[in-house]
């Protein structure tokens, strides 16, 4: 018995039709004689005239009726959000994008961060592409740039202004007469040791004057030989031609630039008493120590603004003047110490030049970054634990420091005993200071990484 088909359900109300645009009537093979098959008996003549007059009219084809109204409304609205959307991402990406880069390159004054930012500073200028190039895939860090005063693309040859009381003598020199103050012999760039001098002529240790005792005309000057490299830029080269002839840096007398940049003081040291009285004239000046730590830290700002290219260049005669601008301070203080095993009677750089360990005045040498050799023996005395302590105390800041004091301590406790000098002090700070990189590092990409997610929500 044959049962027929269920008849299909009726769509239901929530049932909605598919929004599309109805297609033109199409052909079958039934419809069309020219597409149905022929017979195959008979002519095909015969059979043409018989399918002919067997048709009936068909109907005229009318143009499809448009969707409907709230169909055409849906795609209409599906249209106009996609155009919103992208117009929320191209308004992000345009706002985002310049802020991201203004950001990082912003950072780069004040934060340490890997060299291949350094593309992103307006002053960053390279030389040939293979320059370029290598900058970007360099993720080191280094220590952030200087705020400069020009573009650092040309040297800055204007008058340098310096603080109150510093003639401005040596801004009024010629180019001619740069020539014959400075020399411009090209020399290598790699740091140099401290000189070795031969043993004072007398052993006996002067005391600290108590009185203001005679100094020597002309008291020792810093850079007092021809200046031995080249410079970039005349701004650069005005600048040390008139910081070595204003007051403010010759009554200073700054310890740190003449122990390694004046050949008299590095020649005073075979007269002990001469030497000593030097000193003295380091750590007792008209100006105040106040003042002069402020001369010579504006000092270090202005040589980092007007010497740009030569620090990047790694000038040798530049970086070591900033370091020793840098550190004066704290090498002030240094020389200044009294030597607690003699009564305090005596500077403790008096007593390093007379020891019989030649390694101990060495120690003075660390903040430019010179390290003490292998198998260095010091005395032990209580001027180097003192001087050892000074440094983790206070020359955290030093870059020469963060080279050399964390080794220099290890091998001076491999002498004197476990304990002798603070152990790892740069070390740690340098994990802190990383840890601290990574942290804003985070939250710059963190930051970054919301704003990408509200750009493409």
């Not at 043993?199 to 108590?210: F, G, K, L, M, Y």
């Not at 710059?444 to 919301?450: D, F, H, I, P, R």
Request: charge should be negative.
């Amino acid at each position: 018995m044959f049962t027929p088909p269920p008849s299909p359900l009726p769509p239901g109300p929530s049932q909605k039709r598919p929004c599309t645009v109805p297609v033109l009537g199409s052909s079958s093979p039934e419809d069309d004689v020219f597409l149905s098959a022929t017979p195959s008996g008979g002519s095909s003549s015969s059979w043409l005239r018989s399918s002919l007059s067997s048709l009936s009219p068909l109907p005229v084809r009318e143009t499809p009726s448009p969707p409907p109204a709230a169909c055409a409304q849906d795609l209409h609205v599906r249209s106009v959000e996609a155009k919103k959307r992208t117009a929320r991402r191209t308004r992000w990406t345009i706002l985002l994008v310049p802020a991201a880069l203004i950001l990082i390159a912003a950072s780069t004054r004040y934060l340490s961060h890997p060299v291949a930012l350094d593309v992103l500073v307006p002053d960053y200028a390279a030389e040939d592409w293979q320059t370029w190039a290598a900058t970007l895939t360099d993720w080191r860090p280094h220590k952030r740039h200087p705020s400069p005063q020009g573009s650092g693309e040309e040297p800055i040859t204007g008058p340098i202004s310096f603080p109150s009381g510093i003639s401005d003598a040596g801004s009024s020199l010629s180019t001619g007469s740069l020539s014959t103050v400075l020399s411009l012999d090209p020399s290598a760039t790699s740091t140099t040791s401290t000189p070795m001098v031969s043993a004072p002529s007398s052993a006996a240790a002067p005391t600290i004057p108590q009185t203001p005792p005679v100094l020597p005309t002309p008291f020792p000057q810093a850079l007092d030989t021809t200046l031995s490299q080249n410079f970039s830029s005349v701004g650069c080269q005005n600048f040390f031609v008139n910081m070595t002839q204003t007051g403010p840096f010759l009554t200073c007398r700054p310890f740190s630039l003449l122990l390694q940049e004046s050949s008299a003081f590095i020649n005073a040291q075979t007269n002990i008493s001469l030497l000593n009285t030097i000193v003295w004239g380091t750590c007792n000046t008209d100006p105040s120590e106040e003042e002069c730590v402020a001369n010579m830290e504006w000092f270090a700002t202005t040589l980092q603004e007007q010497c740009t290219a030569e620090l990047k260049a790694n000038y040798a005669t530049v970086t070591k003047t900033l370091l020793g601008l840098q550190s004066y301070s704290l090498l002030r203080q240094a020389a200044c110490a009294a030597d607690p095993t003699l009564d305090n009677n005596t500077y403790c750089y008096i007593s390093a030049t007379l020891s019989s360990s030649r390694e101990d005045v060495y120690f003075y040498s660390l903040p430019f970054g010179i390290p003490l050799t292998n198998g260095s023996a010091p005395s032990c005395s209580g001027c180097t634990r003192n001087l050892m302590d000074l440094y983790a105390v206070q020359g955290t800041n030093i870059s020469g420091l963060q080279k050399t004091y964390d080794g220099a301590a290890a091998m001076t406790d491999q002498t004197c005993g476990g304990g002798f000098a603070r152990q790892e002090v740069f070390t740690s700070s340098n994990d802190a200071r990383h840890e601290s990189r990574v942290r804003a590092y985070a939250v710059l990409a963190g930051a970054l990484a919301v704003a990408g997610a509200l750009a493409f929500a």
